[in-house]
């Protein structure tokens, strides 16, 4: 039977074989993930109706992979440019929540 891909990973940490401590520097994003249902379509064009029941928020791009490291158990800083906006200090929060610094360059035209 082959191996999962956690199956793997999770051999080269526990052998050290992979630092336990790693920056990830890249495109920062924040994934927003809007869930509910959907029960008719418009009337207007032919398109879904979310019924909205909530709102999800992760790290995209760089950062999705800076999440994935940390629950790998590595301790990991994640460094890269982002926007003067909530959207950044959301970024941020959701970093510092798992316990990974972060650096972000802030300016006004990366979104």
């Known amino acids: 039977m082959p191996e999962t891909l956690s199956q793997p990973l999770r051999r080269l940490l526990e052998a050290r074989s992979v630092p336990s401590s790693l920056t990830v ?3 920062l994003a924040l994934d927003r993930y809007l ?3 959907v029960d008719r379509l418009s009337r207007e064009a032919p398109i879904p109706v979310l019924q909205q ?3 999800r928020c992760n790290p995209g791009c760089a950062g999705n992979g800076a999440m994935n490291l940390s629950g790998l158990g590595c301790v990991v800083r994640v460094a890269g440019a982002a926007g003067e906006d909530p959207e950044a200090r959301e970024l941020e929060s959701l970093f510092a929540a798992r316990g990974i610094a972060s650096r972000l360059l802030r300016c006004r035209s990366c979104t």
């Open 25 to 27: 520097v890249g495109d």
């Open 35 to 37: 869930c509910g249902s």
């Open 53 to 55: 029941r909530e709102v």
